[in-house]
């Protein structure tokens, strides 16, 4: 049983990848990965298993010389097929539909497309609508290059002729199936951490376990809030910072990830910003952590993880992040709380049963208040965690949320 991962990034920024292929190479499956390097993800990496390669080409920044690269990542990926000859491909970036739509005629592949990031509309008009940047220009959209209309058509195609297609939202599913005409093999699975995260946090009620943590560190008295992933003005805003200087002086801000391509120093805008208002000290950066395990660490000695959407995104995507975020249920195998923004889909799947407590993202008062409610209630503020941690426990776990999935693989593995 050999599967093939494939995709045109590092696959080690993508959690999802990691805990679908070690349930695989636990039950015998041989895994093999084959990516690139990414902007600001080149130094994540997979934890290592017996059972389970990656092989990455080295990152190609945009230009002539990326074109040249990707067909030469495509004539890679046909060497390899033939040469390991794996019964399925795990393609799981829309970059990559072209090369994987064209593996799917070689005999005895099946392909699984996992779409983690729905792309945009490839025939987009130019408007603004009245919509300004940050810095106060018009927004304007252009017509896709014919690279990515490209993409778009190969993506329906492979779409109709994979076996199984995995979205993390409900409403992509509909979107997908709507957009490319594939219908009984699309399934929708969370974007939820593996049940071994979540028993690794187990704490005593009463927090010794992280309150010695934190006195291991000679910061026992420090209140922080949490956030991982991207880091750019959508998930994290300046309000947050302007938030902390509303709150006590042992509040603690602590951010691990990286920039993405559009989002080039915006880390600096953040401490920038903390200088200015007096609070350099409460805004910490880890960086890029290598290894997932040492991000959940990090993110056990917090109280309140941090899972902001803009209210009023046009972003297909943002629209659509409840289940399809980790963030949240990253925070809840954790033991943390939870501050979320206050939309309908997330107000119902974390707010409403006790998990966490919403907020304005764009009003920094809005943040401060919630905050200052959840280092005013340590107790409550564990126990939201503590609930949280059992839902991910009994059924918010990636080994339930891939369990159709597996079957469906093991079953084709089979005949």
Sequence with gaps: MKILYLQYTNPAG????????RILADQGWRVLFLGTGAQGTSTLEFPPHPRIRVRRLKFCPAGWRQKLHYFYFGFWALGWVLCWRPGWLYASDPLVCPVAWALSFVPGLRVLYHEHDSPEDGDRRTEDGGRRTEDGAPVVRRRASAFVRFTLWARRKLARRAALCVLPNERRVRSFQAQTGASESVRCVWNCPGREEAQAAERMEDGSEKMEAGKQKGEERKFVVFYHGSIVPARLPLTVIDALALLPERAVLRVAGYETIGSRGYVERLRARATQLGRAANFEYLGALPARADLLRHCRAAQ?????????SRDPNE??????????FD????????????????????VEPGYARACQPN???????QLSWFLEHPAETRDMGERGRARILADWNYENQFAAVFHRLNEAAAK
Excluded: R, T
């Design 304 to 312: 309140v993880g941090l899972a902001l959407m803009p209210m009023d």
């Design 14 to 21: 993508y959690p999802p990848l990691e805990h679908s292929s």
């Design 363 to 369: 009003d920094a008062d809005s943040i401060a208040a």
């Design 319 to 328: 629209q659509s992040m409840a289940g399809a975020s980790n963030k949240p």
């Design 331 to 350: 925070y809840l195998a954790c033991g943390l709380a939870l501050l979320v923004s206050d939309l309908p889909d997330w107000k119902g799947m974390f």
